[in-house]
């Protein structure tokens, strides 16, 4: 029934440094939708594997659709292979899709032996650079140029696709032990060290104020008090930790003495579980030893709540620290008083027939099968529900999601393929987060877990979607039309920006040797083409085209090591950054999204005024793209939509994560502006999958913004932060901070969540509800700087004008911005309040439907209802809006074109 195609290993080939694209079957019609296929299996024949060796019971399974993608993840598997046991274990296998299923029984075979690993090295690029018509970048790892470390504590079987980053696990990547990081899976905290693998319940935290520089500023946080530690008495000290598995939202972790082949123990991390599940590879040595620090002492339990000492017979063993210290009573500005003490439990469960050994605050345990998982509860009473579902472990989870060309509608899909270890009969449960079920119409179950994140909601099953709407996304505004609006005023404003953007001006932002610097002149002149353009100014528009071609094509092109500006193409890891290494974008490949951003915003904006730009340097604008927005999974050559996670819904900002809080993100704004370039270099190229997947990070990114950095729902921020503050500087794993990493000015704390000052961040208020939540936040913004600004008058007033463009415009004052860290914002700025003066608020009332090429935002005021209508193409295009009482609405824009279109 299935087309077998048993595939050879194939030599890696330099396909896509020569500018081609992955292989990927989309259908070229919009609405066209391919029926359900299994076009070939792999992967599941009987196995031989060498005994110490874990073994993942997806590892090397390929199941491809009729997308050409890897649907591996929709199988359920029964059963389970003790990989230190010798002899024969049976798995089966099962998936449905469409009308077809596979079910199939797989022996897996345990024997001893020597284990070895293939040799699998991410060194197949030879040449030092790569040329794609007038473009060009470099190629490796040449000592003058500063590079990340290479990957190195990953099983080599993993180095056939591009190595991730920017994740909540990848300190595990480049540091034994992580460097002993905090690895966050919401509602559990785990780190590694000498002591073995702590797990920790953090708990919600508390609220902790500090009052640098005369600002008040402050952070909600757990304390870093270890609960319990997990090892086998056969691991030493110094033993290392090595990535063995991982997807979207899990990861596998081995544990192994040095220079010594046989995974000890492997732990199984999964976003949203309750669970840590471990496996070792001898029954009787693992242990866990119980941390007493800031308890005022430990009980155990049974699974029926009686109280047990010494050694304990069962499936399940209950750990409850009496009274342990979890925070502080606090108060503005800087004050701690007596501490907070709460109970913590954990649930142990194992197999039947197990035995606990408790001395001294060690639970050496004797396992009937050698696993056994960890949970964090909230009481004794929840122990027999929690054990109940604590033998279904996720071994991949996956995220994938559709767009609904018609209606606009991002729908995402979370799966998780499972492994029932015991019953088949069982179920999984996992947490989530609230922007998952704030988006959801999931069943939610009577348990939840207060965390920094917020109040996480359990649901029951390994699947679940969410919804969210794309309302349109524009490069700026057209012209505003408003009385106040002067033309003369604007050429001045535009006049000023190209004073500040000579070619021959060494000081400047546009000369700077480093990219994110270069985006305060990059973003302005590609703003300052369109206004231009849009006022019938086209001497001015033709000498800004002259200065944005001159810095992108400076960047997009290396001239050999004494080149300042270029792009370095990294294989080990299967990334691109920049000759300089500002904030760490090379050395630690942090910050891609954002910095990346700006210069492909600018690329689409070029493309769509020069035309010889897309075809001199389409191909580099290509090449950096992919650095964080491949939309296709397992390539060699680019990770999938490198910086951001599909679990937590948001860009993380660290390239390795090494911090004790996890990853982190402070500028909300700039990870959506990155998305909005992806978007409009997508629409100029006419490539819908890609399209797509910005649409994707888009909502996502934007709905993060609006749940975790503004709190719009009201379910994160704890009563005594949000007493305070209406916004987070800063999201961490397991943190998030009123401050910045530049500054603790409350100016800097909410704009940089507001910059750069573009069309887009309209969506902060598409809605009434969302206006009005926005305007409640500005206000606590205004009242932390006693209603008076100080700098960043910019980004202050475009978010002003988007509560109420009368009064920003009242207030503006060119002076103001042009004494201000960033004075070539003055002319987008004008033009952008005086824009919404003219077109009002944004309307969720009329959608657009999703096009290959045009994008629009539309805008009500006064009873009036404009679309603005974006156009790079080279041929007129056909659009279709849907409206109220099932109204639709068609129109054609003309070639070439930004305009506005009355709908009402």
Partial sequence: MFKKRWLMVLILTLILLSGCKPKSNIPEDEDEVLPKSIESIEGLEDITITQNQYFHPLQGVEVLNEKDENISYLFEVTGHVNYGKLGEQTLSYKLNYGDESIDKTRKV???????????ITRNQVSQPQVNLEAGSYRVGTASDLTHPINPQFINPELLNQAVPSNGWWTSLLVQNYGGSNGIYTNPLRSSFSNLGAEVTNPGAGFVQYWNPDGFNTMANFSL?????????????????????????????????????????????YNQGSPYIFAEVMNNSNPYINVVPAGASGIEFYNIDGQAVTGTHNGDALIVKYVQKHIGYQTSRPAQVGQPIFGDRFFLISTTEGSSFSINNNRISMNLSDNYFTVAAIQSLSEAQFYHEHAFVKTIKGEVTYEVNHKTSIVETTYHNAIQYLKDDTDTSVQ?????????????LLDYEFETVRGH???????????????????????????????????????????????????????????????????????????????????????????????VLSDWYTYSGSADKRYLNYNERWGSVYYSNNDFNTASELSDHAFTHGYLIYASAVLAMYDKSFTTDFGGVVDTLLADYMTPVKGDYNYAYLRSFDAWAGHTWAHGFGTFAEGNNIESSSEAIQSWVGGYLWAL???????????????????????????????????????????????????????????????????????????????????TPEEKTKLAAIYQTYLTAKNNTLDTWFANMWSIQALINPSLAISQFDANKILNDDYPSDLSQTYYLLHGLQTYGSRSSDYIMEIHKHVSSSVYAKDGSVYALVWNPSDSTQTITFHGPNDSTITKTVKANTFVSIKLK
């Fill in 431 to 443: 947490f989530l987060l609230p922007h998952h079920y704030l988006n959801s119409d999931v069943e």
């Fill in 456 to 550: 996480l909601k359990l649901m029951a099953g390994n699947t679940f979607k969410t919804q969210l709407s794309f309302y349109g996304l524009l490069p700026a505004m057209t012209t505003p039309t408003n009385g106040e609006f002067s033309k003369d005023t604007m050429n001045d404003y535009l006049a000023d920006l190209s004073l500040r953007t000579r070619t021959n001006d060494t000081e400047n932002f546009l000369n700077d040797e480093g990219p994110y610097w270069n985006s305060k002149a990059i973003y302005p002149l590609a703003q300052g083409i369109i206004i231009a353009d849009q006022i019938g100014n086209d001497s001015m528009k033709d000498d800004l085209i002259l200065r944005l071609r001159y």
């Fill in 684 to 766: 100029q190229k006419g490539d819908k999958q890609l399209r797509d997947a910005a649409i994707y990070g888009f909502v996502h990114e934007l709905s993060s913004a609006k749940t975790y950095m503004f709190d719009y729902e009201g379910v994160v921020f704890k009563d005594n932060y949000k007493q305070y503050a209406a916004v987070a500087g800063m999201i961490w794993g397991g943190k998030y901070d009123y401050a910045t990493w530049f500054g603790a000015n409350p100016t800097f704390i909410y704009g940089i969540q507001w910059l750069p000052n573009g069309e887009y961040i309209s969506n902060y208020a598409v």
């Fill in 109 to 119: 075979t345990v024997v001893a032996g020597t284990i070895t690993r293939p040799t």
């Fill in 224 to 268: 870093v008090l270890p609960d319990m530690y997990l090892k086998t008495s056969t691991l030493n000290e110094g033993y290392q930790t090595h990535v063995v598995d991982y997807s979207q939202s899990s990861v596998s972790v081995a544990m192994r003495n040095v220079s010594q082949p046989q995974d000890h123990m492997v732990l199984t």
